[in-house]
């Protein structure tokens, strides 16, 4: 299985840091985790990437058992 990181208010969000998906797309991934953490962190991926082993990715895109999918909330500055 695919682990799955999240930052920033994703993390209270799901309640976690790390979780793993089946998904074998990302595609898949995605509808993995917002069927399993709601409408709330589904609304939040909207204004998010999502990048695969360091690489942002297509929907489209395979996913591997060892693959690192992580979901990365805009960061803030000052």
Known sequence: MATVVFFGPLVDL????R?????RTL???VEDVCGRFGDEFT?????CSIWVDGE??????????????AFLPP???G
């Open 43 to 47: 609304s939040a991926l909207t204004s």
């Open 27 to 29: 595609e898949q991934v």
């Open 56 to 69: 942002p990715v297509e929907l489209d895109a395979q996913v591997s058992e060892s693959a690192e999918v």
């Open 14 to 17: 799901t309640g976690c840091r």
């Open 75 to 77: 960061v803030s500055g």
């Open 19 to 23: 979780d793993v998906s089946k998904g």
